[in-house]
């Protein structure tokens, strides 16, 4: 996997952390638990459920979350999240700047494109979220 690749989907990550994601990895499906950097900064590690994966550093990233594409969202969702975005541009300084993403992490939407880089699984329709 590319690096830069690697960089996104870990930074996708990481924002997400809060919100519960569940996970795909060769020992099965999982919540992302914590997301472990070394001091140098090369070397990364998930934890799924209780067991420590060092999922980041083969040629291949083994994990993937599962993400929903924008198009899935609903009209309420929608609705949502341009009434936060509008908060956010109506007064930046009284409101957190980020609320928006924050709310499409909350929901699993991959704002990203991860799916269509293979970094992403959809899970529209298996009900992982249920």
Same mark, same amino acid.
């Given at each position: 996997? =590319?690096? +830069?690749?690697?960089? &996104? ?7 997400? &952390? ?8 060769? +020992? ?14 090369? =070397? ?7 067991? =420590? ?6 040629? +291949? ?9 924008? *198009? ?21 300084? *009284? *409101?957190?700047?980020? *609320? ?15 799916? =269509?880089?293979?970094?992403? &699984?959809d899970c529209t329709g298996l009900h992982v979220y249920d």
């Open positions: 996997m =590319e690096k +830069e690749n690697k960089k &996104l989907l870990l930074k996708d990550l990481c924002a997400r &952390l809060p919100y519960g994601v569940i996970c795909n990895t060769p +020992e099965g499906d999982g919540h992302l638990c914590s997301i472990i950097q070394t001091v140098f900064g090369t =070397e990364y590690g998930i934890n799924i459920k209780a067991t =420590e994966r060092d999922y980041f550093n083969d040629k +291949e990233v083994c994990i993937k979350p599962y993400l929903r594409p924008m *198009s899935s969202m609903t009209y309420e969702e929608k609705v949502e999240y341009l009434n936060i975005c509008g908060n956010e541009m109506d007064n930046p300084l *009284s *409101s957190p700047r980020y *609320s928006g993403i924050d709310y499409l992490n909350s929901i699993h939407v991959d704002y990203r494109g991860l799916i =269509e880089k293979n970094l992403a &699984l």
